[in-house]
Every structure is written in structure tokens, then in C-alpha cells.
């Protein structure tokens, strides 16, 4: 998973990621933007998953839906959930999504993700 992040003309911060993952780029950008606190929380759902005391974690912005299990993070838009049951979205091949919508990866990867994010905001 490539990425690169950079302050916009409003001084913002802001991610880009890779094709097939640009749901976090928008995800960072958009949800988590420069809110250390809400990042040192998910940082410790990380740990938590990691240590198996717990088998998996949600959270809610006003766009995304961040899922995480013991192997595995996604980011769904909130639109895709609008028409679909969220369990029903489980057995589906979403592939067929907009990459700006859906978005998956290893959690050990989303823990990078987030690591070096919180490393660019205190940069």
C-alpha cells in the first residue's frame, strides 16, 4: 500500500493512497484528519486486536464506517450502506464498488497507516 501525504492550500492535512485503497486516503483525510486523540484511540483498538482482547472493533464517522478484526481493517462509505444490511455487505464481492467507497487491508498494514500518520502530524 503506497501513500503520500501533504498539507492542502487550507493547510489541512490530507492522504492519498494507492489504487484499491483510496477509501483510507479519503477516510484519514476526511474522518480522522488532524484528531491525535481519536488517533491514539484507534491506535489502541490496534493493540487490543493484536492482543486478543478483543475480536473486533467499529467506528462510526460522518462518511465511513472503519471495521477491524484480529487480521483485517475496511472502510466502507455509509452510502453503500444505505440500500444494503451491513451483514449482507459481509458474503458480497465488493470489488465492483467505487475505490473511493471500499477499501481493505491487513491490519498490520492499517497499523503503518496510522503510525505514519501520527508521525506526519507531529512533524
Not at 498539507?7 to 493512497?17: D, S, V
Not at 464517522?61 to 478484526?69: E, S
Not at 450502506?81 to 467507497?101: K, P, R, T, V, W
Request: hydrophobic share 40%; proline share 1%.
Amino acid at each position: 500500500m503506497d501513500y503520500r501525504f501533504f498539507y492542502n492550500e487550507r493547510q489541512l492535512p490530507c492522504a492519498r493512497l494507492s489504487m484499491d485503497h483510496e477509501a483510507f486516503g479519503l477516510w484519514l483525510t476526511d474522518e480522522l484528519g488532524a484528531d491525535t486523540e481519536q488517533l491514539t484511540s484507534l491506535l489502541q483498538a490496534v493493540s487490543s486486536l493484536e492482543q486478543g482482547q478483543k475480536s473486533e472493533f467499529q467506528w462510526q464517522g460522518r462518511d465511513f464506517l472503519l471495521r477491524l478484526n484480529r487480521d483485517d481493517a475496511e472502510v466502507i462509505a455509509l452510502s453503500m450502506l444505505q440500500d444494503h444490511n451491513l451483514d449482507e455487505l459481509e458474503g458480497e464481492d465488493l470489488q465492483f464498488y467505487d475505490a473511493e467507497s471500499f477499501a481493505a487491508c491487513g491490519l498490520d498494514d492499517f497499523k503503518e497507516l496510522l503510525i505514519e500518520w501520527q508521525e506526519f502530524l507531529h512533524d
